[in-house]
């Protein structure tokens, strides 16, 4: 059996570490309700674009090159991670997606040679770049969204797509559910696909009187839809994150004090025997006198 100093150690360290978890916790959920508001107020927004845009275009001939689907000779995978460990599986459920869409769709080797990845997060980087080409890494973008860096980077991947550098991107990234689940995500981001609701629903699309045309206004709002969707996406995975420490953290807290209580236990039945220990000393040492 541990010693009585050792056991109080162990006590004290599981009670610093307690405290930290539950901080952590309440930082979690301070954090998780601001990514939410974010996410609410912008929803709308996003949705409306979306709506405007299959709605223009869901019958419209269009030839703008972000509709146009090639054979994916070079993809490029978007991860979306976090900065900081202790949440739970979130980073992990991120690489092992891409591992399975990479065995799944790339099983040569020439094949994964035409893959590429961007990484938005550190922990994502440290893990991929083992094994698949990372171009470039945003850290910053997890902790603060920027939006006018954002745009920046969705400017540069369609010019790629115009240039046929790249022929498909996809967004890997954890979607907020509720604080305790997170759901993995694979989601096309170029070329643009009609959703087949809008497309569906030609006969109830609504008649407007557009100036300038159908198209001209397709081409603008195109390059603003994709940077609103990565950056809907980016704070989704935000919250995500903080609803994954949150939980993982509640999770900790619980099993320290699960921890403490036997820990606890132990050090009575240690300091009961050691006490018992004394007694029989005692009586035995007045036994002998007594001989």
Do not use: W
Not at 29 to 36: N, P, S, V
Not at 118 to 138: A, P
Not at 159 to 186: G, L, R
């Amino acid at each position: 059996m541990p010693s009585l100093k050792e056991i109080r150690t162990r006590i004290v360290s599981v009670q610093s570490t307690q405290k930290i978890t539950s901080a952590m916790k309440l930082v979690s959920a301070a954090k998780l309700r601001r990514a939410q508001h974010s996410i609410s107020t912008l929803k709308p927004y996003s949705n409306k674009l979306n709506a405007i845009l299959h709605n223009l275009s869901c019958d419209l001939s269009t030839g703008n090159p972000l509709f146009t689907k090639r054979e994916p000779k070079n993809v490029l995978l978007i991860a979306i991670t976090s900065n900081r460990g202790l949440c739970g599986a979130f980073n992990s459920n991120v690489i092992k997606e891409i591992n399975r869409e990479v065995n799944d769709n790339y099983k040569t080797q020439p094949q994964k040679g035409k893959l590429k990845i961007i990484c938005i997060g550190k922990k994502g980087m440290e893990q991929l770049r083992k094994n698949f080409e990372i171009l470039d890494t945003y850290e910053t973008l997890v902790d603060t969204p920027n939006f006018e860096e954002l745009s920046k980077i969705v400017s540069s991947l369609i010019d790629d797509f115009c240039q046929k550098k790249i022929d498909k991107i996809d967004i890997v990234y954890n979607s907020f559910v509720n604080p305790a689940t997170q759901k993995i995500k694979i989601e096309n981001f170029l070329p643009i696909t009609i959703v087949e609701d809008y497309s569906s629903k030609k006969s109830k699309k609504t008649n407007f009187i557009l100036e300038p045309s159908e198209n001209e206004l397709v081409d603008e709002l195109i390059p603003k839809i994709l940077k609103i969707q990565l950056f809907k996406i980016i704070l989704d995975s935000i919250a995500a994150e903080h609803g994954a420490r949150m939980t993982s953290m509640t999770k900790a807290t619980e099993n320290a004090a699960e921890i403490l209580r036997e820990l606890k236990l132990k050090y009575n039945n240690a300091r009961q025997a050691v006490i018992t220990n004394e007694l029989n000393e005692i009586e035995g040492g007045a036994e002998a006198l007594k001989g």
